[in-house]
């Protein structure tokens, strides 16, 4: 075998993985009903199709249940049901970071790439017409041409639905 | 264009050192690293023709590491092919969205790996300057 495998040490790891005038930010914008979300770009994502969704009972509406990825078993939440009172349909999930941090959300839909998304001033952004659930953890906003894409702080939004 | 250094990335050794050795086969240099975060350190300071990524990793998996490339200035003219045994229609898409180029199953043969890199050659030959 010719190849070299270049080893780390820990402390290589620790080291910026690149420069970050290099990167251009692209979002993933995905849809609940016609609310745009987006997650920021170093949480990771995935999109997975689950046929199986192990229901919890006496649990929350807006919990849809629990899903087994890769081993790992996390909660799949409706965001449909908890904003709009209208259940998901579908078994595309989004599933937003990794471990036991990860948390899936059901979507209609495929996300879509936000490239040439602009910010929006926080000001504009606090709307009566947003879920209630979800106002007060909004962090930014995007819009592209046709459409707002909020931007809430995930791991809040999700914590506060434990409680 | 023409393809002559390829980067494994796999944490399995035995699927590196397999691909690997079909590439060897057909005289490409090879390098490997056996994580999505340790291919990004190594394209610091190494520039390959082409990647070919598993995407089931441990810490950082092939999709985020795919997305890191392509959306890197430095490293966005690097094609991304995922070899995986994730190979619903989604993982297929998302890849695409990742920025990847194709998507190869796990597992595969020795031909699909080398006609990965045909078709790489191909469609960079057809994209404008």
């Known amino acids: 075998m ?24 692209h979002r993933y914008g995905f849809k609940i009903n016609n609310l745009g979300l987006t997650y920021p770009p170093h949480i990771a994502g995935e999109v997975i199709k689950v046929k199986h969704v192990c229901r919890i009972p006496n649990s929350p509406k807006c919990l849809h249940g629990v899903i087994n990825v890769r081993g790992h078993i996390i909660p799949a939440f409706d965001l449909n049901t908890l904003f709009y009172n209208q259940q998901a349909t579908g078994n595309l999930f989004m599933i937003l970071d990794k471990g036991s941090a990860a948390v899936a959300i059901c979507i209609n839909d495929f996300p879509i790439l936000l490239n040439h998304a602009q910010e929006l001033e926080h000001e504009n952004i606090q709307d009566s017409s947003l879920p209630i659930a979800i106002r007060q953890f909004i962090r930014t906003c995007f819009h592209t041409n046709e459409q707002r894409w909020i931007e809430p702080d995930f791991a809040a939004f999700f914590l506060s639905l434990k409680s | ?82 070899v995986s045994s994730k190979i619903d229609e989604v993982d297929k898409v998302w890849g695409v969205l990742q920025g990847a180029k194709g998507h190869i199953s796990k597992p595969y043969s020795d031909n699909e790996i080398l006609q990965a890199i045909s078709d790489i050659c191909i469609k960079k030959t057809e994209e404008p300057e």
């Open chain 1, 2 to 25: 010719k190849y070299q495998k270049t080893a780390l040490t820990h402390q290589d790891t620790l080291l910026p993985l690149h420069n970050e005038e290099d990167t251009a930010v």
């Open chain 2, 1 to 82: 264009m023409m393809i002559k250094n390829i980067l494994v990335v796999d944490d399995n050794i035995a699927e590196r050192e397999n691909i690997a050795s079909i590439l060897e086969a057909g005289h490409y240099t090879v390098e490997a690293a056996n994580s999505g975060e340790e291919a990004l350190k190594m394209l610091e300071s190494y520039t390959p023709d082409l990647i070919f990524m598993d995407i089931v990793m441990p810490d950082m998996d092939g999709f985020y590491a795919c997305r890191e490339i392509t959306n890197n200035e430095k490293t966005s003219h690097i094609p991304v092919v995922f």
